[in-house]
């Protein structure tokens, strides 16, 4: 039984196997603007041999045979006059052997017989669809990402895939796949130091190595790879939400009540050393909780302090009330 660390190396050791594909080889091709000038002299010797031949037809009749094959050399040396686009490649091929890649832009000859294949050599955006996937700890949530690529290797890219693009779209998703399967998708509770959703440049270069190591066998090299979307899916949106309130509300309850456990100590530190007044342990526990109440209360210190003294005055009547007694019974009887 293999251990992940050493499925993960065979995995690398296959994919740098299969990536050892066909060698790209650089062509060297002949500017096209001298075989353009040789056909035009050949056309026009072509025109006189044949006018001349035709003048003296009874003598020099061979003229006009040696014409017509300048004409046709022309037309046929024409067709082999191609020229090359800023960012693109053309592969050449004879006889179904590959002799090698152009990648200059120009105007070229290439030799008759020769097949030419145009490939482009410029970066590419593609942008994968809505992935559903278990993080490293289990939540499914779902995951896309944009990437930038370009063809560098035009042999392995021509003549060992079949369609680049598609084989482009799932290596993708293998990738990010495999991304999403190894970081959970935030630090809450674990023990990792990187999480997708705050992973950053560093999840981005992983999953940059992740697509390079797959698109290698198409020679195609990746430029930049980012995560474009990512969250919950919809089985557990709702109870991380409110995960994710509930953190942020005990979060902020403790930011207040350390800060109001420094206000309160600084407050007495200050009525200490200043001598304002004199105060007991009791009135000190009182005053600190008061101010503490009315630091972490969410309604405003003008309420607490209304709500204060109306439960101080509904004291005061209550105890005016208990102490009013009536007149006892032997005073009625004075009068």
Known sequence: ML??????????EILNTLSSGREEIIYPVVKGWIMLLTNIIAFSLGIIFIVVGSVYATTLWGLI???SILIFVFFFLFLTLFKIDPNTACIMMFCGQYLGTVKENGFFWSPPFVNREFIS?????????????????????????????????????FFDIQDINSFVASQSETSI????????????HHDTNRCLRGGGHAINTRLVEELQLRLN?????????RINGLSYSEEIAQIMLR???????????????NGGVGIVAVALQ??????VCDM????KVKLASNLLTVIVSENSGESHQNKTSSSSNYGNEKSKLVSFSPLAPEDNYNY
């Not at 939540?139 to 890219?157: D, G, H, Q, Y």
């Not at 995960?243 to 009540?257: F, H, L, Y």
């Open 121 to 157: 050599l410029k970066y590419r955006n593609f942008e994968t669809p809505i992935i559903k996937v278990n993080d490293s700890t289990g939540n499914p949530i779902k995951i896309s990402a944009v990437f930038l690529w370009r063809i560098e290797n035009t042999a392995k890219a």
């Open 3 to 12: 251990s992940s660390n050493e499925n993960n190396q065979l995995g690398i």
């Open 270 to 275: 200050s009525l200490k050393e200043n001598e």
């Open 217 to 225: 066998r198409a020679g195609i090299k990746v430029k930049d790879a």
């Open 177 to 188: 796949r495999k991304l999403a399967s190894s970081f959970p998708y935030d630090l809450e």
């Open 65 to 67: 045979v040696v014409g």
């Open 243 to 257: 995960r994710q309130q509930a953190d942020a509300v005990i979060s902020a309850r403790t930011k207040i009540v």
């Open 280 to 283: 007991n342990r009791e009135e």
